[in-house]
């Protein structure tokens, strides 16, 4: 899994249209209507926390967790920044407390149980093997209260066949422009991502040097949600339901990305934490 270096400091500027408020009514939903109102949550791939960021003003504890200590750098800077702007907020303290954690989720670890595990923005996609993907599965289920949440988004093998694969997006503004090429290989069902990225130098000694160009590479692989079901499963997980993110309808053959909630199996209620 590679981490997202240069990547990091455009992330949000060039992420800009992720419906993360959209996403964030789903999840708030899911939890309140499954009795989750408050508490500790965890998430995994929390980048640069603009998810984390939300999810602490709705009123949760939150622990952060990402493979990129370039990412989760800005995260910090970002919750530092919201801190010291002088804006006032119900859940301010909640903010103030957030806890970003640089490790692979394929074995995060954590102190005890937290009420509900999140991870949006495809991050599962990130994990290119069944068994690494099962067994974050299993790490989930374990560090869930009893009856606790996994909500998770993930992009389809669909999404990646026939729709962005051997695909070039091209985009600028004032300050950074990007080339993201997609190849996609049917075999192993992966993506990779090659984004060039084409940023503006405000380096006094490189005056000659108008722009900075730099190269990274990303890859992910494509899941289909009988395949994640039955990983679910592998993992003592329960799986519950799942949405089309468009819109949060029903999954089709043509779902692009789609959003699964899975509840914690095996845990005693009585047990002591």
């Given at each position: 899994?590679?981490s ?14 992720v ?23 965890c998430?995994?791939g ?21 493979n ?30 957030i ?28 994990i ?23 909500i ?6 669909y999404?990646y ?24 290989d ?16 405000d ?36 799986f ?21 909630i ?12």
């Open positions: 899994m590679d997202y270096i240069e990547f990091s400091k455009y992330y949000d500027e060039l992420m800009e249209d419906p993360y408020d959209e996403w964030l009514g789903f999840v708030r939903k899911t939890l309140s209507d499954n009795g989750i109102n408050d508490g500790l949550v998430e995994l929390a980048g640069t926390g603009n998810f984390t960021m939300r999810l602490a003003k709705a009123g949760y504890d939150l622990i952060g967790i990402d990129s200590e370039e990412m989760l750098s800005v995260a910090r800077s970002k919750k530092e920044e919201f801190l010291n702007s002088g804006e006032t907020f119900e859940s301010e303290d909640k903010v103030s407390d806890m970003y954690i640089c490790q692979d989720m394929r074995e995060f670890e954590l102190y005890g149980t937290v009420r509900a595990i999140v991870s949006i923005c495809d991050s599962m996609n990130y290119l093997e069944d068994d690494e993907l099962v067994h974050t599965f299993k790490l989930v289920n374990n560090y869930l209260d009893p009856d606790g949440l996994f998770f988004d993930f992009n389809t093998e999404k066949r026939e729709v962005i694969g051997d695909s070039t997006i091209a985009d600028s503004n004032e300050d950074v422009s990007f080339i993201w090429m997609n190849y996609y049917d075999e192993s069902r992966i993506n990779e991502y090659e984004v060039t990225f084409f940023v503006k130098n380096e006094e000694n490189e005056e000659d040097c108008l722009y900075k160009r730099f190269v990274e590479y990303h890859y992910q692989k494509g899941y289909t949600l009988e395949e994640i079901k039955g990983f679910l499963k592998e993992a003592g997980l329960i519950v339901d799942a949405f089309d993110a468009d819109g949060f309808a029903n999954v089709s053959d043509r779902s692009e990305r789609i959003f699964v899975a509840k914690e199996s095996g845990k005693s209620h009585c047990q002591e934490k």
